[in-house]
Structure formats: structure tokens, C-alpha cells
């Protein structure tokens, strides 16, 4: 059974920083690109982040480059996303999916909220 799960989340002021793990279980880790994905309340899931498997290409969002930073550790089934100089507009909850061939799995969600 693959399980994803998210932990990292929180509340911080604008400007602070966050990191976000997600750590995979029940499938071959290296095979997958991991994404990080959040929604925020009445806003459409938005893709910010992914990294291959192999190789460790990453992608970002234009909302997000050059403040997040997202990177894996294969020997952990762990995947990370640095979050600096946030700001109130990335409040959400964010998301880890896995994804290889057909497969898609997801975790549950942590919530970040960046307030004063």
C-alpha cells in the first residue's frame, strides 16, 4: 500500500521560512517524480515543484522560483520543499504526489498559513 505523507506545515510570518516533507512508502521511491502542489481556499490546486527521479531535474512554478527549493533524498523515500520569503499568497494547503507511468498517488495535505 503506497502512502505519502506530508509534515513541515504551519504558521509563519511573512518573510519566514519552511520546509515541507514528504516521505513515500510502498513503492520504489527513485522511480517517481515527486511534485508538491497546493490549493488555497476558493483558488484552483496549483503545480509549484517537482524534481525527477533520476537525475534530480527540477521544475518551478514561476509564483515560486527563486524562493522554494525542492530536492529528494532517495536512501530516505523523502522529498523536500524549502519554502523563503513567504508571503501571504502562499497560504494553502500544500500537497506531495508521486507519479510514474500510470501511477498517481497523493498525501493528504499540510497546511501552511503565512500571517503577522
Known amino acids: 500500500q503506497v502512502q505519502l505523507v506530508e509534515s513541515g506545515g504551519g504558521l509563519v510570518q511573512p518573510g519566514g521560512s519552511l520546509r515541507l516533507s514528504c516521505v513515500a512508502s510502498?513503492?520504489?521511491?527513485?522511480?517517481?517524480?515527486m511534485i508538491w502542489y497546493r490549493q488555497a481556499p476558493g483558488k484552483e490546486r496549483e503545480l509549484i515543484a517537482s524534481?525527477?527521479?533520476?537525475?534530480?531535474?527540477?521544475n518551478y512554478a514561476d509564483s515560486v522560483k527563486g524562493r522554494f527549493i525542492i530536492s529528494r533524498n532517495n536512501a530516505k523515500n523523502t522529498v523536500y520543499l524549502q519554502m523563503n520569503s513567504l508571503k501571504s499568497e502562499d497560504t494553502a494547503v500544500y500537497y506531495c504526489?508521486?507519479?510514474?507511468?500510470?501511477?498517481?498517488?497523493w498525501g493528504q495535505g499540510t497546511q501552511v498559513t503565512v500571517s503577522s
Open positions: 510502498g513503492l520504489i521511491f527513485g522511480n517517481y517524480v
Open positions: 504526489s508521486a507519479r510514474w507511468r500510470t501511477a498517481d498517488y
Open positions: 524534481i525527477a527521479g533520476i537525475g534530480g531535474f527540477t
